[in-house]
């Protein structure tokens, strides 16, 4: 880069956005297969300005983009920290493997970069010790994992520099993990924890605190915003990646979780600092009364308190109460490792106080709702709209770069953002999907909701991967949906057919990758995050439009709060963009090419059809089963050939015939 070109902090928003292209240019040129993309440029461009302008910005980057390199670059090239978000553990990976350590390489500037992951995800330096050290005998009984392993564990914290769970050679058991690590909830912090000068996730969040780029996943950024700020250091940009997971994922982290687990948890540690089995027997009690009648409400919103669950919260505080009045009353510096357990539990008794009181009183703002994680039901309370939270904690403390594949119209404002505060750009995507990719709707099929859907859709699906020799992965709204039609296809096809139960996730995926003629089943965790590029997949095929149920606690509040407009606001976005998110799975790369085979007729012919259509790539479209079989037969024969013209009825637009059946 010319040095006259080099940025500073003051830099205004065109001198930034200049130097960023220009930087980008010259660091692309260095990548295999180099190439121009003007989206990636006008990317950078934009970032740079919002950066240099303490302005937001909202960008919508397609598939192929390099939408990383086009909000790092500018972010590094600023001299202000950043702190980069994501959604999912592949791009986590992307960034910090690939994707930063090539700018470190290649920027004439320096800088340095840390990734910052949840407490748990660290060994805990003072349970080790505990869980080794003299009086543990009855801890180390209740491990399943048993001695040898914890030995091994031991082994490898003395050795690591990370403590981080990802980093050793072979996943430990759960239980053993939960035994040598702690959550935010329990950890006292550093300066109260008599291993707090070696802790492991005190070092990670040190070398966060000096770096110039920190990487974090999405939900930490919500306990951040949560905490109002205590989790993250200071930073002045924030890019949030996958942003059309953003407010699902602060809902999640904003709320409050309450479920028998807590109390068991509580009695364990309540056991281990006060000898009195009583009050450790009324702990675990409340905990079993408390799930006991929270079962009778699973699945169901509370609308209004309900007098048993209150009955039973009060109770379960007062026994919470107890425990606390007891741990302080043992000395804080009493003998042995008692003293450090009795800090972790007046931490871990406080907040679950905390979360009592929340649960006792929950506010207009908020939906309560039970629901089952793994065995147990679990009370949750959440804010019905996070755009307050995202105003304080986000939108009003950092520039905030809002990027996705998919940014549905209308997404800013329902985050709270407007024209005064934020740009709204999208840059499209560098692939040609006019030439790459037909768009099929089985618009002759009965309506989804109808009795006679399965058999239908299980023929049309038979059909179009036979045409396709396999290559195919279907996208399933349920899985009894994709069960029932793995198990039919299974006794019609001559390839074979997988679900997301045969394998684990990666060992299906590399399966799926390296023998064409296998078809992968799968539910809503392989609508997103799942980068399938060459022949392998020529087809995607998708059951229906992916509604949200209309009874989770949460959307129905949304809904609710919406009133006439809730269609519009709450179930279509969400609809349109976890249906662009499985359509954009087919088409990875310039080279490839495919069918999106979508079964649910109300993608041509229900009156929102073009608020839909409007967000996918600009496919060619068709209604004809013949157009998608004459492609993926050709596509067979040879992967690049070219999409043949469509059938000049099929041609037509989705949604130009055939009535509006109106809301899903
Ligand atoms: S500060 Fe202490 S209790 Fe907290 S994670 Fe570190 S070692 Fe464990």
């Known amino acids: 880069m010319d040095p006259d070109q080099t940025p500073s902090r003051d830099s205004g928003p065109p001198e930034l956005a200049r130097a960023a292209t220009a930087t980008l240019s010259a660091v692309t040129a260095r990548l295999p297969g180099a190439e121009q993309r003007p989206g990636q440029l006008a990317m950078a461009a934009a970032v740079a300005e919002a950066i240099a302008a303490e302005r937001h910005l909202v960008v919508q980057a397609g598939t192929g983009t390099g939408k990383s390199l086009a909000y790092l670059v500018p972010a590094i090239l600023s001299g202000r920290r950043v702190v980069v978000a994501t959604a999912t553990r592949t791009l986590q990976d992307q960034l910090a493997g690939n994707d930063l350590p090539f700018l470190a390489e290649h920027l004439?500037?320096?800088?340095?970069?840390?990734?910052?992951?949840?407490?748990?995800?660290?060994?805990?330096?003072?349970?080790?010790?505990?869980?080794?050290?003299?009086?543990?005998?009855?801890?180390?009984?209740?491990?399943?994992a048993g001695r040898a392993a914890l030995e091994r564990l031991a082994a490898w914290a003395a050795r690591t520099h990370s403590g981080d769970r990802a980093d050793l050679d072979e996943e430990p058991p759960p239980s053993l993990w939960s035994a040598v690590s702690v959550g935010p909830r329990e950890c006292p912090g550093a300066t109260r924890c008599p291993s707090g000068e070696i802790c492991f996730a005190e070092r990670?969040?040190?070398?966060?605190?000096?770096?110039?780029?920190?990487?974090?996943?999405?939900?930490?950024?919500?306990?951040?915003?949560?905490?109002?700020?205590?989790?993250?250091?200071?930073?002045?940009?924030?890019?949030?990646?996958?942003?059309?997971?953003?407010?699902?994922?602060?809902?999640?982290t904003a709320g409050v979780e309450l479920g028998a687990g807590r109390f068991s948890a509580l009695a364990h540690a309540t056991r281990a600092v006060v000898a009195d089995?009583?009050?450790?027997?009324?702990?675990?009690?409340?905990?079993?009364?408390?799930?006991?009648?929270?079962?009778?409400?699973?699945?169901?919103?509370?609308?209004?308190?309900?007098?048993?669950?209150?009955?039973?919260i009060v109770q379960a505080r007062e026994q919470v109460a107890a425990a606390l009045s007891a741990a302080r009353a043992v000395p804080a510096d009493a003998p042995g490792d008692v003293g450090a357990r009795r800090m972790r539990l007046l931490q871990a008794g406080t907040t679950l106080t905390e979360d009592l009181d929340a649960v006792l009183d929950v506010a207009p703002s908020e939906v309560a709702w039970v629901e089952?994680?793994?065995?147990?039901?679990?009370?949750?309370?959440?804010?019905?709209?996070?755009?307050?939270?995202?105003?304080?904690?986000?939108?009003?403390?950092?520039?905030?770069?809002?990027?996705?594949?998919?940014?549905?119209?209308?997404?800013?404002?329902?985050?709270?953002l407007t024209a005064a505060t934020a740009t709204v750009l999208d840059v499209g995507s560098p692939f040609d999907f006019a030439t790459q990719a037909l768009l099929y709707c089985a618009a002759h099929l009965p309506d989804p909701r109808s009795p006679g859907f399965d058999d239908a859709a299980h023929d049309e699906l038979a059909a179009l991967v036979e045409a396709a020799g396999g290559r195919t992965l279907a996208l399933f709204t349920s899985r009894r949906a994709m069960l029932a039609a793995a198990e039919e296809l299974r006794t019609r096809l001559d390839t074979p057919v997988l679900t997301q139960d045969d394998l684990p996730r990666q060992a299906l995926i590399d399966t799926f990758s390296s023998d064409e003629a296998?078809?992968?089943?799968?539910?809503?965790?392989?609508?997103?995050?799942?980068?399938?590029?060459?022949?392998?997949?020529?087809?995607?095929?998708?059951?229906?439009?992916?509604?949200?149920?209309?009874?989770?606690?949460?959307?129905?509040?949304?809904?609710?709060?919406?009133?006439?407009?809730?269609?519009?606001?709450?179930?279509?976005?969400?609809?349109?963009?976890?249906?662009?998110?499985?359509?954009?799975?087919?088409i990875r790369s310039r080279t490839d090419r495919g069918v999106v085979a979508v079964l649910d007729r109300r993608l041509a012919t229900?009156?929102?059809?073009?608020?839909?259509?409007?967000?996918?790539?600009?496919?060619?479209?068709?209604?004809?089963?013949?157009?998608?079989?004459?492609?993926?037969?050709?596509?067979?024969a040879d992967p690049d050939a070219a999409l043949p013209p469509v059938s000049s009825r099929g041609a037509a637009a989705p949604g130009r015939a055939g009535p509006s059946p109106g809301r899903p």
């Not at 992951?117 to 180390?140: F, M, P, V």
């Not at 989770?552 to 006439?564: G, I, T, V």
């Not at 839909?612 to 492609?631: K, N």
Request: hydrophobic share 45%; glycine share 8%.
């Open 108 to 144: 004439d500037r320096p800088f340095s970069f840390a990734i910052l992951k949840g407490r748990s995800n660290y060994l805990c330096h003072q349970r080790l010790r505990e869980l080794t050290g003299e009086g543990a005998q009855q801890e180390l009984a209740g491990l399943v």
């Open 204 to 252: 990670a969040r040190a070398r966060a605190a000096a770096s110039d780029v920190v990487v974090v996943n999405l939900h930490l950024y919500g306990l951040h915003l949560a905490t109002g700020g205590a989790v993250l250091p200071h930073h002045e940009v924030a890019v949030i990646d996958e942003a059309h997971q953003l407010e699902e994922v602060i809902s999640a």
């Open 277 to 312: 089995d009583t009050l450790v027997g009324d702990l675990d009690r409340a905990g079993a009364r408390l799930a006991s009648v929270l079962a009778d409400h699973e699945g169901r919103r509370l609308r209004r308190p309900d007098p048993e669950v209150t009955e039973v």
């Open 372 to 416: 089952r994680v793994g065995t147990q039901p679990v009370l949750r309370v959440a804010p019905v709209d996070v755009a307050e939270l995202l105003a304080e904690g986000l939108f009003g403390q950092v520039t905030t770069v809002l990027t996705s594949a998919t940014l549905p119209p209308g997404t800013a404002g329902r985050l709270g």
């Open 518 to 586: 296998t078809s992968l089943f799968a539910t809503m965790g392989f609508w997103q995050g799942v980068d399938i590029p060459g022949p392998s997949l020529s087809l995607v095929a998708i059951d229906r439009l992916p509604f949200p149920r209309p009874d989770e606690p949460l959307l129905q509040a949304r809904r609710e709060r919406a009133r006439a407009d809730a269609f519009r606001v709450v179930d279509l976005p969400r609809a349109t963009t976890l249906l662009a998110q499985g359509v954009g799975r087919l």
């Open 606 to 636: 229900a009156r929102y059809r073009w608020e839909i259509v409007r967000v996918l790539p600009p496919m060619r479209r068709t209604r004809h089963r013949e157009d998608a079989v004459a492609f993926l037969r050709a596509l067979r």
